[in-house]
């Protein structure tokens, strides 16, 4: 059995999923949770992480039955055949989800400081500091070249 990425329609992921389980299909879609505001209130609701795809896991030969879903549109395709997504990939997402971090605090810095994550995935990673605005901090990872937006 594989894991496989399946592009759905846009704002479908989780009806998707749900119908996917009452079909026996062992899906993944990741759900992050994201405060929303409106105009008289704020929400925190489930937000899937990878707009427009969830992960389903099943034998080639049931690839197909994916398809009795309404709002599946097709397979994530590499090289011409249906991607296969590694089983360890999708448990580097579902650990990445299940960290919680603490609140951070930033005092002192300048941009182009140097400073090493204590928590995390990217625990024991160098980042240099880019800037504060307003609840957000902006890093950039030194061994990855990659930005890093921490929330609080």
Same mark, same amino acid.
């Given at each position: 059995?594989?894991?496989?990425?399946?592009?759905?329609?846009?704002?479908?992921?989780?009806?998707?999923?749900?119908?996917?389980?009452?079909?026996?299909?062992?899906?993944?879609?990741?759900? &992050?949770? !994201?405060?929303?505001?409106?105009?008289? +209130?704020? =929400?925190?609701? /489930?937000? *899937?992480?990878?707009?427009? #795809? &969830?992960? !389903?896991?099943?034998?080639?030969?049931? +690839?197909? =039955?994916?398809? /009795?879903? *309404?709002?599946?549109?097709? #397979?994530?395709?590499?090289?011409?055949?249906?991607?296969?997504?590694?089983?360890?990939?999708?448990?580097?997402?579902?650990?990445?989800?299940?960290?919680?971090?603490?609140?951070?605090?930033?005092?002192?810095?300048?941009?182009?400081?140097?400073?090493?994550?204590?928590?995390?995935?990217?625990?024991?990673?160098?980042?240099?500091?880019?800037?504060?605005?307003?609840?957000?901090?902006?890093?950039?990872?030194?061994?990855?070249?990659?930005?890093?937006?921490?929330?609080?």
């Amino acid at each position: 059995m594989n894991w496989f990425a399946l592009y759905t329609k846009p704002r479908n992921e989780k009806k998707v999923a749900e119908q996917l389980e009452k079909l026996g299909i062992e899906v993944y879609c990741p759900l &992050v949770a !994201v405060v929303k505001q409106w105009s008289d +209130r704020k =929400k925190t609701i /489930q937000q *899937p992480l990878f707009n427009s #795809y &969830v992960f !389903v896991r099943l034998e080639e030969k049931e +690839r197909d =039955k994916v398809f /009795q879903v *309404p709002g599946v549109v097709r #397979y994530l395709f590499w090289l011409g055949k249906p991607a296969i997504v590694r089983d360890d990939e999708v448990k580097n997402i579902q650990e990445l989800l299940l960290e919680s971090y603490k609140e951070v605090v930033v005092t002192g810095l300048v941009p182009g400081s140097k400073v090493t994550l204590d928590e995390g995935v990217f625990k024991g990673q160098t980042a240099t500091y880019i800037e504060k605005k307003g609840n957000k901090t902006i890093l950039v990872l030194d061994s990855l070249g990659m930005t890093l937006i921490l929330e609080r």
